[in-house]
């Protein structure tokens, strides 16, 4: 049945750690074969064992209390767990090579690019200095950087994370390995350059015939990319198979309800499935079924403290007692079918909008020269007019630095904005939040929040939830006693989905998904009519993910709230925004209805990051990469900002068309010809 | 400002940070050493001193600890304050019904043993423990009295440096921009001062006592501190948390001191101990060189000066050094202790 011979076999593999809380069973026998040429994804939510499973494979560990009860890491029949750490030297780079999910930090800061890449073959290959610089340079020109020469010399922090992710790739390909471990290798990257990285790694696999784990969350990623899968969970195996297996069919609970979690750009709209509880500490495993107590459909036997072993189910293999053929476990409880949100009312504009932001501008001045004199400027945001209306989500989307933050928190006034107007509508007044006075700022206050992207970093550690919460009520509701504002804090966190007693307790103490339903309590308790969701869920792993966007759009709809919902991730805004603006270097290319910008883009930027997200349908392919990166906001191309990355500009001028305009003047945001929607551009 | 119920739990972090500088008995032991060695130092008076605690003279309790007796009170013909070590006195107090009691050591900072048989320096001996400095004066005493002078000092200087700096630098990273830029360039030209000569120069311009010695090191220390405090609040004002707070409508004022100033405190804190010990040997220093305070202050420094010109006298160098490097030692564990349980890059 094998086509292809076996490269690395780990078989029962078990890696424990010895912590002040006890013993953690971060990888807890795993045993899975990997073959040449193919692509074996590991997936699973943080907390799972994925990259403590790569790291023990490359023996990267170097702290003491760490231990392999069990286990071993065949390459090629040899043992790399029974190695010397010098021996270990010579496999890992040359024939066992890794990436990471930050590339800055990946490579050394202080090394031009050409040595970096050099390293590995210097050491290795025992290359002359010469030849290892010809081969990273062919290298750079083979992952399509451009202009590699200019870039062999430079140093790290010039490029781009895209460029970073190439070098590092580069660095990990140079002595041609026979395994290259990618961990999570497209995370920290737009979804643009994701694009790129993947098929990159893709096209490289298959000229070098190395073998692939890819180690990643995004099950969209695993659809266009892997041969094989393997899902984790609390440090073991729960299910493997092909990838079109596992995706299209899954049979272990956790798989399925983690595949209704993520929420997808085509199809139904539909109240995604969450996922209850969280993945425990990994310290704190059982020794029976891990997923028990948040699979929903466990019987007594899933309590007990016999773990099920890989039972195999068609093709895929499955540690479920569902799939116990001597006893398979019956369940009682029939599926639930996943509900549809009532096809969201597409609201016409009643109303007074909450918010109107008319052509606002922060620029923020380029200075140079001792005497710091302004150069330029970068207009992280440049002329932008929006409205948005209360009960409505207007999401904000686009590549990292196109300045949508930066809009968010301008409106905040958290960034001071160089011109234009930000009128807030309260009861009983309008307001221009940016021209106002500050102790009337600070009044208006409570009617708009923001939530941010990492919980840990929005608590302030050494506060109390119940002192997180109060802070803001004690500034605007100064006349409540402190046992109704106790009330209140407690009645917030019931609303948000906490217990009341969460109060006494501290941020350390709560995962990442409970932490920002405690920052969103901080900020309804304020009764506010507009939220900011700066990424407000790109932390969290999906399964909490669908919770955190679930219980917003309860609260959106008890309570009427505006949400302006910055992200980069096109299946969320699907989900939750019923107007998206799309914006590229500070501008606004298009906008309209949720829908119709997802399903008919006229803007060829919004049909490229719409065609780069890895979806999970069959048959979807690596998309055809949009080119290049967000050029530097310093000095933005002339005319339209997008055309040196335009495929539509390229595409007409390759037909001999009349592109002049493209270059020589800036469109305007004007109404396209297919839908409602507005679009920046001469031709859509 | 309405008040907080008045539950004040320590937060977990401190109690866990508490916990772990309990653990580490170096520093925990030399934290409690020291704190004994103060105590002792703080209650030089009972302990050292030329006044008895409690004098019993026909029939009447006198206390020359607190009082200032004439010395006609015991028999003497003079009205002049009462001289306990005058052996005329000494024998009209050991007389029938009469007594006197000592502190444990009968001497304090400034009074010359009168002992006509004593070549000062004199070694130690019953009546010097530690023996007498070139004037005669009791070692011991003077030590005693010099570490809580040196303490003191070590303390009220960092704790008022520490404070200028903290306001200084929370305003220049908080703010930023212009007022950070003109501040910055101000303190660069005031670093670039000789620091210790510049002390030398004033001190011999003014009268050098301890308050105006304390003035000048802060004047000139302040920037040390200032200098960590600022990057802290530069890098505190962007994060989440801190731009939260102030989408709530939380003031400047509130955010600095309720926000930021706690996480700076940690590298403050850790940085205490061994200013502590910079400025106390600042002072002996100062001292030693003869720009410090004055005779008869009792002075650590004046010791080592007397110790280098009286080389035969053994007992000056060996108590004198033996002192300043206990306390050196005891401050410094302490601090590699708090370093140890604080910074966040030692225990990764």
């Known amino acids: ?684 | 400002m309405t008040l907080e119920k008045p539950k004040h739990r320590i937060s977990p972090e401190t109690r866990r940070k508490l916990l772990a500088f309990k653990r580490q008995r170096m520093g925990y032991y030399s934290s409690i050493v020291l704190l004994i060695l103060i105590v002792i130092s703080m209650a030089s008076e009972v302990i050292s001193n030329s006044q008895p605690l409690v004098v019993r003279y026909q029939g009447q309790w006198f206390y020359p600890i607190v009082h200032t007796y004439s010395d006609k009170t015991f028999g003497g013909i003079f009205d002049t304050p009462a001289d306990y070590h005058d052996p005329d006195t000494k024998k009209e107090l050991s007389a029938e019904g009469n007594f006197a009691i000592w502190p444990i050591n009968r001497w304090d900072y400034k009074t010359i043993n009168p002992n006509p048989g004593l070549q000062h320096p004199s070694p130690p001996s019953s009546e010097n423990f530690l023996g007498t400095d070139d004037r005669g004066r009791d070692l011991l005493a003077r030590l005693l009295y010099g570490i809580r002078i040196s303490v003191g000092f070590g303390v009220a200087g960092v704790l008022i440096y520490t404070i200028i700096g903290i306001i200084i630098g929370a305003i220049q990273g908080y703010f930023g921009g212009w007022v950070d830029m003109i501040i910055q360039r101000v303190i660069e030209i005031w670093d670039s001062l000789p620091y210790i000569y510049m002390l030398i120069i004033l001190a011999s311009l003014f009268e050098p006592g301890l308050g105006i010695l304390l003035l000048l090191l802060a004047l000139f220390n302040w920037t040390r501190v200032q200098d960590y405090v600022r990057i802290d609040f530069f890098k505190a004002r962007n994060l989440d948390y801190v731009k939260a707070a102030k989408a709530l409508g939380v003031s400047d004022v509130g955010i600095m001191m309720r926000h930021i100033l706690p996480n700076a405190l940690t590298n403050i804190i850790i940085r205490l101990p061994f200013a502590v010990i910079g400025t106390i040997e600042a002072l002996v220093s100062l001292d030693y060189l003869g720009f410090g305070v004055q005779s008869p202050t009792p002075s650590i420094g004046e010791l080592f000066k007397q110790a280098q010109s009286h080389l035969d006298a053994w007992w000056l160098l060996l108590f004198t050094g033996g002192t300043l490097l206990v306390l050196t030692l005891l401050v410094t564990n302490i601090g590699f202790t708090i370093l140890d349980t604080l910074d966040p890059r030692r225990n990764g």
């Not at chain 1, 006893?327 to 918010?355: D, R, W």
């Not at chain 1, 939830?465 to 046992?483: C, F, N, Q, W």
């Not at chain 1, 980069?568 to 590229?584: E, F, K, P, S, T």
């Not at chain 1, 530097?632 to 390229?650: A, E, I, N, Q």
């Open chain 1, 1 to 684: 049945m094998r086509q292809n011979p076996m490269i690395l076999k780990v078989d029962n593999l078990r890696t424990w750690f010895e912590t002040t809380a006890g013993k953690a069973k971060a990888v807890d026998g795993v045993s899975f074969d990997l073959e040449k040429g193919r692509t074996l994804a590991v997936v699973g939510e943080s907390g799972c064992g994925k990259t403590v499973l790569a790291t023990t494979i490359m023996r990267l560990f170097r702290r003491p209390g760490v231990s392999h009860p069990s286990g071993q890491v065949l390459y090629n029949n040899l043992n790399l767990l029974d190695l010397s750490p010098i021996e270990m030297e010579a496999i890992r780079g040359r024939h066992i090579a890794m990436i990471f999910q930050e590339p800055m930090a990946a490579l050394n800061p202080v090394w031009t690019v050409r040595d970096q890449i050099a390293e590995p073959m210097i050491r290795h290959l025992k290359a002359s200095k010469d030849s290892a610089y010809r081969r990273a340079l062919e290298l750079l020109e083979e992952l399509g950087v451009p202009s590699p020469d200019r870039v062999m010399t430079t140093w790290p922090h010039t490029l781009s994370g895209g460029m970073r992710q190439r070098v590092a790739i580069a660095m990990a390909l140079a002595c041609k390995p026979d395994i290259l471990i990618a961990d999570e290798p497209t995370t920290a990257l737009d979804v643009t350059v994701q694009a790129q990285i993947l098929r990159l790694i893709r096209e490289m696999q298959k000229s070098l015939g190395m073998a692939t784990i890819l180690i990643t969350h995004d099950l969209g990623v695993v659809n266009e990319v892997a041969d094989d899968v393997m899902v984790m969970y609390s440090g073991r195996v729960i299910e493997k198979g092909l990838t079109k297996d596992v995706l299209f069919s899954p049979k272990h609970p956790y798989t399925e309800k983690l595949l209704a979690a993520v929420p997808v750009i085509s199809g139904d709209r539909k109240l995604l499935a969450s996922i209850e509880g969280q993945v425990k500490p990994a310290t704190a495993f059982v020794d029976g079924c891990r997923f028990a107590d948040r699979c929903g459909d466990a019987g007594p036997r899933c309590h007990e403290s016999t773990a099920p072993d890989l039972y195999s189910s068609g093709t895929q293999q499955v540690a479920c007692f569902k799939y116990d053929s001597k006893n398979p476990l019956k369940t009682t409880a029939q599926k639930k079918s996943v509900e549809h949100v009532s096809a969201k009312k597409k609201l016409p504009a009643i109303g007074k909008p909450i918010l109107d932001l008319k052509q606002l501008k922060t620029w923020f001045p380029v200075q140079a020269g001792i005497f710091r004199s302004v150069v330029g400027h970068v207009k992280a945001v440049d002329d932008i007019s929006l409205k948005i209306y209360p009960g409505q989500t207007l999401a904000l989307v686009g590549e990292s630095g196109c300045g949508k933050s930066t809009l968010g928190q301008t409106i905040l006034r958290l960034i001071d904005a160089t011109s234009g107007e930000a009128i807030l509508s309260t009861d009983a007044e309008l307001t221009d939040i940016l021209k106002t006075d500050r102790a009337h700022l600070r009044t208006l206050r409570k009617e708009m929040q923001i939530i941010f992207q990492d919980p840990f970093a929005s608590l302030n550690p050494r506060f109390s939830v119940r002192e997180i919460i109060d802070e803001g009520l004690k500034i605007h509701a100064p006349s409540l006693g402190p046992d109704e504002r106790e009330k209140r804090i407690g009645d917030t966190l019931e609303e948000v989905g906490l217990p009341r007693d969460t109060m006494y307790r501290y941020p350390h103490e709560f995962s990442g998904g409970q932490r920002q339903r405690i920052a969103i309590a901080r900020a309804i308790i304020l009764k506010p009519k507009l939220l900011i969701l700066d990424e407000a869920t790109s932390a969290l792993d999906v399964s909490i993910q669908a919770q955190v966007l679930n219980l917003l759009q309860e609260l959106q709809q008890k309570l009427g709230l505006a949400y302006i919902f910055i992200t980069h991730n096109l299946g969320v805004v699907r989900y939750i925004a019923d107007h998206v603006a799309v914006m590229y270097l500070g501008k606004i290319v298009e906008f309209g209805a949720a829908d119709d910008i997802l399903h008919k883009p006229s803007h060829p930027y919004t049909q490229k990051l719409i065609a780069s997200v890895p979806e999970i349908k069959i048959g979807a392919e690596l998309p055809e990469p949009l080119e290049g990166d967000v050029p530097s906001p310093v000095k933005p191309p002339s005319g339209c900002t997008f055309h040196p990355r335009c495929p539509l500009m390229k595409s007409k001028d390759s037909r001999g068309e009349n592109v002049a305009s493209c270059s020589a003047q800036a469109p305007d945001l004007r109404p396209s010809s297919g839908d409602s929607a507005l679009v920046r551009c001469h031709f859509a």
